[in-house]
Nanobody
Framework: QVQLVESGGGLVQAGGSLRLSCAAS????????MGWFRQAPGKEREFVAV????????DYADSVKGRFTISRDNAKNTGYLQMNSLKPEDTAVYYC????????????????????WGQGTQVTVSS
C-alpha cells in the first residue's frame, strides 16, 4: 500500500518560514515526479511546485517562485518544500502528490497526472 504522509505545517507569522516534508512508503518515487499542491478555503486546489524524478527538473507556480524551494532525498524516499517569506495568501492545506511513472514537463502541473496523494498539512500565515 502506497502512502504519502505530509508533516511540517503550522502557524507562522508573515515573513516567516516553514519546511514541509512528504514521506513516501510502499514504493519508490526516485524515477517519478513528486509535486506539491495547495487548497485555500473556498478555492480550488492549485499547483505549487514539482520535481521530476528522472531529470531533477523543477517548476514553480508564479506566486511562489523565488520564495519556495522543492527538493527530494531519494535515499529517504522523501520530498520537501522549503517555504520562505511566507504571506497570508499562502494559507492553505498543502498536499504532496506522487506519480506512478515519469511525467513529461507538459503534465507536471496537472493534478490528474498524479496517482498518489497525502492527507494534507495545514499552513496558516498570520499578518
Amino acid at each position: 500500500q502506497v502512502q504519502l504522509v505530509e508533516s511540517g505545517g503550522g502557524l507562522v507569522q508573515a515573513g516567516g518560514s516553514l519546511r514541509l516534508s512528504c514521506a513516501a512508503s510502499g514504493r519508490t518515487f526516485s524515477r517519478s515526479s513528486m509535486g506539491w499542491f495547495r487548497q485555500a478555503p473556498g478555492k480550488e486546489r492549485e499547483f505549487v511546485a514539482v520535481v521530476s524524478g528522472s531529470t531533477g527538473f523543477t517548476d514553480y507556480a508564479d506566486s511562489v517562485k523565488g520564495r519556495f524551494t522543492i527538493s527530494r532525498d531519494n535515499a529517504k524516499n522523501t520530498g520537501y518544500l522549503q517555504m520562505n517569506s511566507l504571506k497570508p495568501e499562502d494559507t492553505a492545506v498543502y498536499y504532496c502528490a506522487g506519480s506512478k511513472a515519469y511525467l513529461s514537463n507538459t503534465f507536471l502541473r496537472r493534478m490528474e497526472s498524479y496517482d498518489y496523494w497525502g492527507q494534507g498539512t495545514q499552513v496558516t500565515v498570520s499578518s
